[in-house]
């Protein structure tokens, strides 16, 4: 008999000391998960920079310099360097620049060198109209 008051009483000493009710844990409220803030807002303008592979001879313009981009695949497992992703860099700079239009555009395709294996670059001549 005194064995098993002996049990008990260590059973009860030890499962109090483990187990702690919280009491709060009912009267919690769940999380609020915040609301998402947005800290930078890019706009897409849309891009009307006409191209040209020669010279525009019905409207005046004044030249803003040239402008050059390239695509290249540096990694065997990569995708093959696109003409229009080319095209959509030049005229990215193009507006950098104030450009309405890009005129004696060519392409040329780049060999492997010792950081590529191909490529594709772009160069133009950006110009602004004068009149319109």
């Not at 260590?10 to 998402?36: E, R, V």
């Not at 402008?67 to 990569?78: L, R």
Request: charged fraction near 25%; hydrophobic fraction near 40%.
């Amino acid at each position: 008999m005194k064995q098993w008051v002996a049990m008990l009483m260590c059973l009860g000493f030890f499962s109090g000391c483990s187990m702690s009710f919280n009491y709060d844990f009912w009267s919690q409220k769940a999380p609020t998960t915040p609301a998402p803030v947005v800290s930078e807002v890019k706009i897409a303008l849309p891009n009307n920079i006409l191209m040209y592979e020669l010279d525009i001879t019905d409207r005046p313009y004044a030249s803003l310099g040239e402008v050059s981009a390239s695509v290249t695949k540096i990694n065997p497992w990569g995708e093959e360097p696109k003409q229009e992703a080319v095209e959509a860099k030049l005229k990215e700079e193009a507006l950098k620049k104030g450009a309405d239009a890009l005129i004696y555009v060519r392409y040329t395709k780049l060999g492997a060198s010792w950081n590529r294996l191909s490529g594709i670059e772009g160069k133009a001549q950006a110009v602004k109209f004068t009149r319109y």
